[in-house]
């Protein structure tokens, strides 16, 4: 627990810094939980995934605005809500399209960062 804490506080402040610096407009809270999500997906060791995890979303904040990539997460939640509640999304043309350039973005990042 007390390590799992630790954790959290050394990615909220490496994840702080930069983004700061950068002046992009993703709230840190935003980031660490892409971080942690990313982390509890990886099979590499914790330490290793927090960088590359880190790097993933760094890489999708230089490529996207927050309000973008809010909108195209959104989106490409929305598409998997199955039955008639997800036939709406499912039914907006432009939502394919956002999820997959979303997904484009995250690719790219990955690839970057040597995540697979």
């Known amino acids: 627990m007390i390590r799992a804490l630790t954790t959290l506080v050394l990615l909220a402040t490496a994840l ?3 983004a700061i610096a950068a002046g992009d407009d993703y709230p840190t809270r935003e980031k660490v939980e892409y971080v942690l999500a990313c982390m509890r997906d990886g099979q590499a ?6 960088y590359k995890c ?21 989106t490409t939640n929305a598409l998997s809500i199955g039955g008639e509640r997800g036939e709406t999304m499912r039914a907006y043309v432009d939502g ?18 040597f995540l697979k």
């Open 96 to 113: 394919r399209r956002l999820a997959r350039e979303l997904r484009d973005v995250e690719n790219e990042a990955r690839k970057a960062c």
């Open 16 to 18: 702080a810094g930069p």
């Open 45 to 50: 060791p914790q330490q290793e995934m927090l």
């Open 54 to 74: 880190s790097c993933v979303i760094d890489r999708i904040t230089e490529r996207m605005s927050y309000e973008q990539y809010t909108r195209d997460a959104t």
